[in-house]
């Protein structure tokens, strides 16, 4: 039912937080620290196994204070999100909040992992303790807006995006495509084709504004147009480096609207195939 963010956003939200925890550590200490935690952190594209190297050999190190160790296991759970193994990554987040229970980004993670297990309420009362932790980070008010969407609770998950926009007007975060979706569901299709023609002109090229809009020209019965916007999706440059689930989207949306227009045997391959990515994709369209 929801839309996730992109993968290189959940490996780096807060640009500069390196170095900044960096900064409490001894000269001597940083050293060794700064280029694992970078690594780490994905800061050059590495891939979601090269995250974890990192992160397990940071993770090692006797030096790390309790800040430092937190936010290793954050980007390690990270890192397994990416490769769907979300039983590690639930065990990272775990460790990230024993390590430090005041760090917002621990709370955020492991609600991003409750996320994607779909257990709605343990990831809404994560996603409210990041906010009261650290009230100003709009992925966070995106997040949980999407698990008020589950809930079916449009009005909330619509505050929650506008408070994103708020504190992001830029919309790096692609909040907009996200208050498109919960406008879809809703079924106001006039306002949430506003906001995903918004969310195209802001991020041109990319695929995750043009499969909210393939979605929501599903909604509305209108297959071609919902169809040919998914095709764009899939072929947007950067719908590779997107993680399983973001992938997976655009695909099973275009099995469902070639199924609905009859083309059968073509909207089951294109299912099939979501379905091999992120097992559980057909719960985001219910």
């Not at 809404?124 to 009230?135: A, C, G, H, M, Q």
């Not at 505050?159 to 504190?167: F, G, N, Q, T």
């Not at 007007?169 to 079924?187: H, M, Q, S, W, Y």
């Not at 099973?252 to 979501?274: F, I, P, T, V």
Request: proline share 5%; charged share 25%; net charge negative.
């Amino acid at each position: 039912m929801w839309l996730t963010q992109p993968a290189p956003y959940l490996r780096a939200i807060w640009p500069g937080i390196v170095a900044g925890i960096l900064a409490i550590a001894a000269p001597a200490a940083a050293q060794d620290v700064k280029p694992l935690m970078s690594k780490c952190a994905g800061e050059h594209n590495e891939t979601d196994d090269e995250m974890i190297a990192a992160c397990t050999s940071l993770i090692a190190l006797p030096q790390l204070d309790a800040r430092q160790r937190s936010l290793a296991y954050s980007y390690r759970a990270s890192g397994y999100q990416g490769k769907n193994d979300l039983e590690r990554a639930l065990a990272d987040a775990n460790e990230a909040i024993r390590a430090d229970a005041s760090s917002s980004r621990a709370f955020y993670r492991r609600g991003d992992v409750y996320k994607n297990l779909h257990q709605d309420e343990r990831a809404l009362t994560d996603f409210n303790e990041s906010i009261r932790l650290d009230p100003k980070v709009p992925v966070y008010f995106v997040d949980r807006s999407n698990i008020y969407l589950d809930l079916k609770q449009f009005d909330p998950a619509i505050r929650d995006l506008d408070e994103a926009l708020r504190l992001d007007p830029k919309d790096e975060i692609n909040a907009t495509v996200n208050r498109c979706n919960v406008l879809t569901f809703k079924g106001d299709f006039d306002a949430a084709l506003s906001d995903c023609r918004k969310a195209i002109q802001m991020h041109p090229r990319e695929s995750y504004p043009l499969s909210g809009l393939g979605f929501l020209y599903y909604k509305w019965g209108k297959l071609d147009e919902s169809i040919a916007t998914y095709d764009a999706a899939l072929a947007a440059p950067d719908w590779a480096s997107y993680d399983p689930y973001e992938r997976a989207y655009p695909l099973y949306g275009r099995g469902l609207a070639k199924s609905k227009k009859g083309d059968k045997a073509g909207g089951e391959a294109d299912m099939a195939a979501a379905i091999a990515i992120a097992k559980s994709i057909a719960f985001d369209f219910e």
